[in-house]
């Protein structure tokens, strides 16, 4: 009777250690790639504990991961570039992929014709505000303003309806204030499943290397507009991608097929 006390003690402990296990490291890291309008901010990032213990909850509750579509949103920031962005374009075109693209309005209002050509090739075009600040050092009233004006300056340029729902902060940088901001204006607050690395110095092969061995089903995977060694990963990715049945979206039509719940938590698939 004692070893049986103990043997069952011994599993409590274990299965008590694993859950913390999983709620100190996991949950801290369940960051959404998504957070919509109507989703409760503090519930969606807060470090604290109730919200982390909810982030957990919801992870574990998610219905069966072996079905999520694989769907891939290729999205590139920054720019657009009078040297790369039309390298990046033409890969693009050659591989028929359409991707999303979060355009500074600063740079856009300096090369207008570019930005046209962007949306003219198929892609989409989402605001990623005006002049690119640090939005979590800017007050409610200096994101509120940097976002809308980036939108009515893409807005200007091209009518693309993504301007004006799909937003990304500079740098990956926010706080729950701004994301509140951002839900107020109606925009869909857009991070990423998988971050490419690629503003970091890295080779094509090292790029295409991370995305294979992070890829999910749904996915938004970050790149950026102004490198080189990106536009020369892309037939490797892409070619790696189709073969395990992906289909390339943007991010607009992934929202329209999968519900946010499934994108900020998606299942892990072999590529």
């Known amino acids: ?6 043997a069952i003690a011994a599993i409590v402990v274990l299965g008590l250690a694993y859950v913390g296990w999983r709620f100190f490291l996991h949950s801290t890291h369940l960051t959404p790639a998504i957070i919509t309008p ?5 519930e969606a990032i807060s470090p604290d504990f109730h919200a982390r213990l909810s982030r957990l909850l919801n992870e574990q509750n998610g219905d069966d991961r072996s079905h999520r579509p694989k769907l891939i949103a290729l999205t590139f920031d920054d720019g657009p570039y009078p040297i790369f962005t039309p390298l990046l374009l033409e890969q693009l075109h050659r591989l028929g992929v359409p991707a999303t693209f979060f ?3 600063r740079d856009a209002e300096q090369w207008p014709e570019l930005t046209q050509r962007v949306e003219s090739n198929g892609n989409e075009i989402a605001n990623h505000t005006y002049s690119h600040p640090n939005l979590d050092q800017e007050s409610d009233a200096q994101v509120r303003e940097e976002i809308l004006l980036g939108r009515d300056t893409l807005w200007k340029l091209v009518r693309d309806p993504a301007i004006r729902v799909l937003m990304r902060p500079p740098h990956g940088r926010y706080t729950e204030a ?6 107020k204006l109606g925009y869909q607050f857009v ?3 998988d971050d490419s690395g690629d503003w970091r110095t890295l080779t094509p092969q090292e790029i295409e290397n991370h995305l294979r061995a992070h890829a999910t089903a749904p996915e938004i ?11 020369e990963a892309l037939p490797g990715v892409v070619a790696r991608f189709r073969a395990a049945g992906y289909r390339f979206v943007t991010v607009g039509e992934l929202l329209g097929r999968v519900p ?9 698939h072999a590529v």
């Open 103 to 105: 355009l500074i309005g």
């Open 178 to 183: 701004t994301v509140r901001v951002v839900q």
């Open 1 to 6: 009777m004692r070893n049986r006390i103990l």
């Open 191 to 193: 991070l990423w499943t």
């Open 221 to 231: 995977v970050l790149l950026h507009s102004g490198k080189l060694a990106t536009v």
């Open 260 to 268: 946010a719940d499934q994108i900020n938590h998606p299942a892990k």
């Open 38 to 42: 109507q989703m409760n901010a503090h």
